[in-house]
């Protein structure tokens, strides 16, 4: 089977930084990977290059076959790669209903021109829009906040809306950017079941970055460990665990993986 | 089609409104210096819903507003110059005007919209300065728009004051529905977070332009009233200076409160004229030292407008037709977990 | 080729006026994010303020010789500029953008405007400055040099004596003392400066002070160049300093200071070559300059976090 995404030799130089250098690796239809590394790998750097957000220094992005390389964010969101934000970043000023019916704007269907003239396709893709916005909301258990400011909800609720936000693209790979910052013990479990039901639900490919080693251990099939830009190991959670390379990386020599914990 | 409005009813009220007042004006129960002041209430609500669309809902933080203005301004009143002020060619003039400082914004937006928050502002800022020059100039090319001398003749048609009011409730719609709109939530998205906005789908060079072209149309068809409202242009009328009144009306009424602009438009109008009703003449020149007292007294009070960013009632959308609560909904526990 | 250089002349001459408005300008954009419309009015309060105090001291003799008497009177008069206008913009910015620190931005820009328009309005008032036109005696005999071809005239070398040695002393005061370290802390990272101890609204209204006294003595040094005071004077100088500091990169110092030279040569050279157009002109550069670097010529183009 083809890949969905493949990310091929990546780098991105800032001045002398090189923040990701031959950077690898294959997303398949389905998969659910987990990319993590210490704090400054530069994961994150490559969710910003696979998005658009930088300019790619060398290498290449193909998503479904095509090289992504050079598009807007808009355009590779509208193709099917849509993220969360390690920092929350919704649209604080707008309820969560409007904040997930922004990200159905793309296959929203109707022109400015109808828009404020009320004609045409207006109202009937006004309520697709709204409907399909408050489904997601209903799967994150949102529902009742959706007249509700962004900004005014708990950290918690809005990592789920910035979620919901996401799929509301409709998506073919969704990209985590820790989404289990900031919860506690009872969330992050709740969000664990929550990423695959999703998965299932949506059909969806996902790629997440995450610190916590309890969620990419127990739900992640395959794992990349990046350290200095660079991948330094890669298999699955339990070649991870025991991988010298990954304790190394994150704990210095002469410690174990269970003393880590 | 059947066409939205906020209510049929509303709308029957302020035409008739509309309609008597002109009626009163025309009768001189109004005299014609109360009737420039209403017509200018309009005018000056229409502008600053340009650029509450720019500004307010987009936040794009744009201060040419007056030279779009002076855009519409000149061009309507050069075509009326030539073609009459029958109640077509009038229309003419104003589409015209509008259209053209909705066209040259549009060049404009091109490269400038690029440039973020007070880059921007002051790019456009700059970019009104240039026109201004320009329009002093202007008679090097147009002999009859005078130049620096204020371009005169300009004939006044019947009932302006009725075009706009209407014009000013068309305004008010088109606003009111391009906010509630898929379009108007992606221009929204921008202003909370433009990379955020970006990365969810929304062409956010696009609707930055949408934006600012429409915005700057409105200023143009403001433009259009202006020239037929008080037959004289000088290019000081459009000095960067004006450009600050739509901006402090937008943000006195709450930015992006469509509500907001409205109130304090009609409000700012009264107030500078109110003083000059209550003030002797002998301390008439207190009236722009008053003036900003209020402003700052009025912005240390409420920083964030009079509205913020809520909408009267009936500005607001009916979301009658939002479906019941999905299936799926019923799949997820209280605090999120699957059973 | 001597016309240039005549011109050129004339155009820095203008540059280093400017200069010290942007400056002012550009340390308050760094250390609170405003836009402070009300400085070219500071600007103008500093002309007034100087041409009082002249007017004051016009029978005082201090020195024996003209050269020597004219330079102390201007720069008593420049001084009590200084003064008066550093005391102003502290009282307006504890007064008018202090309580507006948390709000959003464009609320203490609103506020600005007020300011700005107050100050032009009420200082028109008759027991006030009065709305007229006032011509401001030069403090200097109508001398000039002829170096190379080129006219010098007195003033100008007053405006580059005394604008150097002001341009040099606020370097001093932000690189080398510890009130200046504080403004830049805090312009980098406020909350952080308080967490150090530094005292943050001290250190806020000593930039406007500091910022204030310059435009002050740019005031003075103006009016002894262009000799007509009134109280709208400062809008178009303020403007153009503005965005002299906008095209060098707001917040940085170097940037404003070679924005400011480069205002000054565009707009004397425009004038000369087409007076009507010569506002427009200026601010033509400023968009194309822009356009290529969007954050300014010395500006850092900031790479956002996401």
């Known amino acids: 089977m083809a890949p969905i995404l493949e990310i091929i030799g990546l780098s991105k130089h800032f001045g002398g930084l090189k923040a990701v250098s031959d950077f690898d690796l294959t997303l398949h239809e389905g998969d659910l990977q987990g990319l993590i590394g210490p704090n400054g790998a530069g994961k994150t750097t490559v969710f910003n290059l696979v998005t658009g957000v930088y300019p790619v220094?060398?290498?290449?992005?193909?998503?479904?076959?095509?090289?992504?390389?050079?598009?807007?964010?808009?355009?590779?969101?509208?193709?099917?790669?849509?993220?969360?934000?390690?920092?929350?970043?919704?649209?604080?000023?707008?309820?969560?209903?409007?904040?997930?019916?922004?990200?159905?704007?793309?296959?929203?269907?109707?022109?400015?021109?109808?828009?404020?003239?009320?004609?045409?396709?207006y109202r009937a893709r006004e309520r697709e829009i709204t409907e399909r916005a408050?489904?997601?909301?209903?799967?994150?258990?949102?529902?009742?906040?959706?007249?509700?400011v962004a900004k005014n909800l708990p950290y918690g609720e809005q990592r789920?809306?910035?979620?919901?936000?996401?799929?509301?693209?409709?998506?073919?790979?969704?990209?985590?950017?820790?989404?289990?910052?900031?919860?506690?013990?009872?969330?992050?479990?709740?969000?664990?079941?929550?990423?695959?039901?999703?998965?299932?639900?949506?059909?969806?490919?996902?790629?997440?970055?995450?610190?916590?080693?309890?969620?990419?251990?127990?739900?992640?099939?395959?794992?990349?460990?990046?350290?200095?830009?660079?991948?330094?190991?890669?298999?699955?959670?339990?070649?991870?665990?025991?991988?010298?390379?990954?304790?190394?990386?994150?704990?210095?020599?002469?410690?174990?993986?269970?003393?880590?914990? | 089609m059947k066409w939205k409005v906020p209510s049929w009813g509303l709308l029957v009220i302020l035409l008739a409104a509309g309609a008597v007042l002109q009626l009163a004006i025309h009768l001189e129960v109004i005299n014609a210096y109360w009737a420039l002041v209403v017509t200018y209430m309009c005018i000056a609500v229409i502008s600053s819903l340009g650029l509450g669309i720019i500004y307010g809902f987009s936040g794009q933080f744009a201060l040419g507003h007056a030279a779009f203005m002076g855009l519409g301004a000149y061009t309507a009143a050069l075509i009326t110059r030539y073609m009459g002020v029958a109640p077509w060619t009038f229309a003419i003039a104003l589409v015209g005007g509008a259209l053209l400082a909705g066209g040259v914004a549009w060049l404009v937006g091109l490269p400038i919209l690029r440039l973020r928050s007070d880059y921007l502002g002051i790019a456009t800022l700059g970019f009104g300065i240039i026109v201004r020059v320009l329009f002093e100039n202007s008679d090097k090319v147009i002999p009859v728009t005078a130049g620096a001398r204020g371009m005169t003749g300009i004939e006044q048609p019947d009932f302006v004051f009725l075009w706009a009011f209407l014009l000013l409730l068309g305004a008010i719609i088109v606003a009111r529905n391009l906010r509630f709109s898929s379009?108007?939530?992606?221009?929204?998205?921008?202003?909370?977070?433009?990379?955020?906005?970006?990365?969810?789908?929304?062409?956010?060079?696009?609707?930055?332009?949408?934006?600012?072209?429409?915005?700057?149309?409105?200023?143009?068809?403001?433009?259009?009233?202006?020239?037929?409202?008080?037959?004289?242009?000088?290019?000081?009328n459009f000095d960067f200076i004006k450009s600050f009144d739509p901006l402090l009306i937008v943000v006195l009424g709450g930015l992006g409160s469509i509500t907001g602009t409205v109130v304090a438009g009609t409000a700012w109008v009264a107030v500078l004229e109110g003083l000059r009703l209550v003030l002797p003449g002998e301390v008439l020149e207190w009236r722009y030292v008053i003036y900003p007292v209020l402003l700052i007294a009025m912005m240390l009070t409420r920083p964030q407008g009079l509205f913020g960013t809520s909408e009267a009632a009936i500005l607001r959308p009916r979301e009658a037709e939002a479906p019941a609560a999905p299936a799926l909904a019923t799949e997820v526990t209280a605090d999120g977990t699957h059973p | 080729m001597t016309y240039v250089l005549q011109q050129l002349l004339n155009g820095i001459q203008l540059g280093f006026v400017y200069a010290l408005i942007a400056l002012g300008y550009t340390m308050v954009y760094g250390i609170v994010r405003l836009i402070n419309f009300a400085h070219g009015d500071v600007f103008m309060v500093g002309a007034f303020v100087g041409y009082f105090t002249l007017r004051a001291l016009a029978r005082v003799t201090l020195a024996g010789a003209s050269w020597l008497n004219g330079i102390l009177l201007f720069l008593l008069a420049m001084l009590a500029a200084m003064a008066a206008c550093t005391l102003l913009n502290v009282t307006i910015e504890r007064i008018a953008y202090k309580p507006l620190r948390n709000a959003p931005r464009i609320a203490a820009l609103i506020t600005a405007i007020g300011v700005s328009l107050f100050l032009e309005y009420f200082s028109s008032l008759k027991f006030v400055f009065g709305p007229n036109y006032i011509t401001f005696p030069s403090p200097l005999p109508a001398q000039t040099w002829e170096v190379a071809g080129l006219r010098i005239s007195a003033i100008q070398?007053?405006?580059?004596?005394?604008?150097?040695?002001?341009?040099?002393?606020?370097?001093?005061?932000?690189?080398?003392?510890?009130?200046?370290?504080?403004?830049?802390?805090?312009?980098?990272?406020?909350?952080?400066?308080?967490?150090?101890?530094?005292?943050?609204?001290?250190?806020?209204?000593?930039?406007?002070?500091?910022g204030a006294a310059l435009a002050g003595a740019g005031g003075v040094l103006y009016v002894s160049a262009y000799p007509r005071v009134h109280t709208f004077m400062g809008i178009i100088p303020g403007l153009k300093a503005f965005t002299a500091a906008v095209m060098g990169g707001i917040g940085s110092l170097p940037g404003a200071f070679v924005g400011a030279l480069i205002m000054g040569v565009a707009e004397v050279t425009a004038k000369s070559l087409y007076s009507t157009m010569a506002d427009g002109v200026a601010f033509l550069i400023l968009i194309l300059v822009l356009l290529v670097k969007p954050s300014g010529i010395f500006g850092r183009a900031e790479v956002e976090k996401v």
Request: some cysteine.
């Open chain 1, 160 to 261: 789920r809306v910035e979620i919901a936000r996401a799929l509301a693209a409709n998506p073919k790979v969704l990209l985590l950017d820790e989404p289990a910052a900031g919860m506690n013990p009872s969330e992050v479990g709740a969000l664990m079941d929550l990423i695959r039901f999703i998965r299932e639900q949506f059909r969806l490919t996902i790629l997440l970055i995450e610190h916590q080693m309890r969620v990419v251990m127990g739900i992640c099939e395959q794992i990349t460990v990046m350290d200095f830009g660079q991948v330094i190991a890669r298999g699955k959670p339990e070649e991870i665990q025991n991988n010298p390379k990954v304790i190394e990386a994150y704990l210095g020599r002469g410690v174990s993986y269970r003393t880590a914990l």
């Open chain 3, 157 to 210: 070398v007053l405006i580059a004596v005394v604008a150097t040695l002001l341009l040099l002393g606020l370097n001093y005061i932000i690189r080398y003392t510890k009130i200046g370290k504080a403004m830049r802390a805090t312009a980098f990272d406020r909350d952080a400066a308080r967490l150090m101890g530094i005292n943050v609204d001290l250190t806020i209204s000593f930039t406007f002070g500091l």
């Open chain 2, 183 to 236: 379009p108007g939530r992606a221009l929204l998205s921008i202003r909370e977070d433009e990379t955020a906005a970006n990365l969810m789908g929304v062409d956010v060079v696009r609707y930055k332009t949408i934006a600012f072209v429409l915005g700057c149309s409105y200023a143009g068809l403001a433009g259009g009233l202006y020239a037929h409202t008080f037959l004289f242009l000088h290019p000081s």
């Open chain 1, 57 to 121: 220094t060398t290498g290449d992005i193909r998503f479904e076959g095509q090289s992504i390389l050079g598009q807007e964010p808009w355009m590779i969101n509208q193709r099917g790669i849509a993220r969360t934000f390690q920092n929350i970043r919704l649209f604080p000023n707008l309820s969560v209903l409007d904040n997930v019916r922004v990200a159905c704007h793309a296959h929203g269907g109707y022109s400015t021109l109808e828009a404020v003239a009320r004609v045409g396709r």
């Open chain 1, 134 to 148: 408050r489904n997601l909301l209903g799967v994150f258990n949102l529902l009742g906040r959706q007249d509700e």
